[in-house]
C-alpha cells in the first residue's frame, strides 16, 4: 500500500491526527492493533482540554456526549483531599446554571475512544483495524510500516502507538525513565456510596497513596472508576504493591464505609503513564512526529493525557500539511513541530512537574487545603482556571504563587 501520511495507533492522538488531515484534505492510512470497540486502562475522565478540543473540531460533538448519557457522565467539579483528610471540592465553572453543558465529562474508555474512532473521515483515512505493526523502517527517500498481513510506504509516519511505542524506541533513542514515568491500576466497582451529584471527580492525596494519589471517578449507570497512580521509581524503589496499597486505602477508615456495598465489577488492571516531566524531550526526526503517550506529554501532577494526545495530534497533522506542500520532511523542518507543542504545553507540564515533586511533602498539602478551604476568594480564583483554559497559564505565573501565599 501507499499512501502520503501513515498513523500507527488509533487512540485519541492518532484519531485526532486522522481528523485534521481529513480536514486538510490529505488521504492517509491509519493501522490499529485491536478492533474497535477496544477496552484502554485509564481513569476516564475527559477534561475540559478534550471538551475543548471536541468543540473546535465541531461544536456538535459535544452536545452529542451531553445526550449520550448512558456512557458520558457529565463533571462539574473536582474534590480534592489532603493527607490529614481536609476535603475540599471546587467548581469547575464559576456560573454553571450560564453552562451549555459541563465543563469535563468522564466516560468508559471503551465508550468515548469508539465513538471519537467513528468520527474518521473514510474519505480520506483508510483504516486497518486488526492489524499490529511490526517494523518501522525510516529512509531518505522514505518509511517503510511493516505489518503481518501488508506493508505500507508513505511519505511521513505520525507515531501514535501509545506508551513503549516502536517508532519512539527505534528512533527517538526513547527508553523507560522511571522519575518520569507513573504506573497506575484501574478497577470498576459498583455501588461506591456518596458519589457527589454532580460527577466531581475525586482525587485523594491521602497519606497511604503518596507520592501519588488514590481516585474515585463516576461513571454512569452508578458505576465508579477507582484507582491509583504512583511515581514508577518509588513503586520499584520501595516495591510497593499497588495492588495491595489500593486495597487498603479501600480498608482505610476514610473509604470503608463508602466501599461497604461496593463490588468489584472488572479485573484490577495495570498500565504505564508517560509523564511530560522530562524538559523538551525531542518528539520528531527525519519523516517521523511522535503524539500522544509515544511522545510522553501525560500531565505529571493530574496524570491527564487524552487532552494533550488530542492536541498533539492536531499540530501533527498541522505539521504534515505543511511538509507535504513543501516536500521537506527532514530533522530540522520537522522539529518546528517539537518547538510548537513546547510552545504551547510545555510551561503547563514544567508547573505541573513542579507540583509532583511536592506531593511528597505531605505538611505542604495539607497547608495548602486548609488554606483555600478558608479562602473563598482563592477557590474561586482557582475555579476560574478551570473555567477558562487559557487561565490555565497563569499557573505558570510566579506572581500567581506570591498571591496564594499571600492571600
Ligand atoms: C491508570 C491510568 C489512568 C489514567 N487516567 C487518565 C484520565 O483520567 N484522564 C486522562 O486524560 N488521561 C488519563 N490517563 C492517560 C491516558 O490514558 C493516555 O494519555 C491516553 O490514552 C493517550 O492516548 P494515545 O492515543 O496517545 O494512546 P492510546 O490511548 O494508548 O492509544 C494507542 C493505540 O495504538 C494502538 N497500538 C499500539 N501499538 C500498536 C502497533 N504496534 N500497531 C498498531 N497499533 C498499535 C493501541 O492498540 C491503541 O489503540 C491514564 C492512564 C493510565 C495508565
Known sequence: MQTDVVIIGAGPAGCSASIYLSQFGIPHIVVEKDVYPRDKVCGDALSGKVINQLKKLKPEWVSELKEFSEAFTPSWGVVFSAPDGNDIAIPFKHKPSEAEHSPGFISKRIDYDNWLFQKLDTNYATVLQNTEVRDVEIQTNGVTVTCASTTIKAKLVISAEGTRALVAKKYGGYEMERQHH???LRA??????DLH??????LHFVKESLPGYFWIFPLPNGQANVGIGMLSKYVSKNKVNLKKLMLEVIESPKFKERFKNATLQSKILGWGLPLGSK??????G???LLVGDAAS???PFTGEGIGNAMFTGKWAAEQARDSLASGDFGRATLEQYDKT???KIGGELRVSAVMQRLIKYPWLFNWMIRKIKRNPELRETITFMFDDVDLRKKFTSPMFYLRVLFK
Open 182 to 184: 507513573c504506573a497506575g
Open 188 to 193: 470498576y466497582y459498583d455501588g461506591v456510596t
Open 197 to 202: 451529584p454532580e460527577g466531581f471527580i475525586e
Open 279 to 284: 524538559k523538551n524531550r525531542p518528539i520528531s
Open 286 to 288: 527525519e519523516r517521523f
Open 297 to 299: 506529554v501525560i500531565d
Open 341 to 343: 507543542v513546547y510552545k
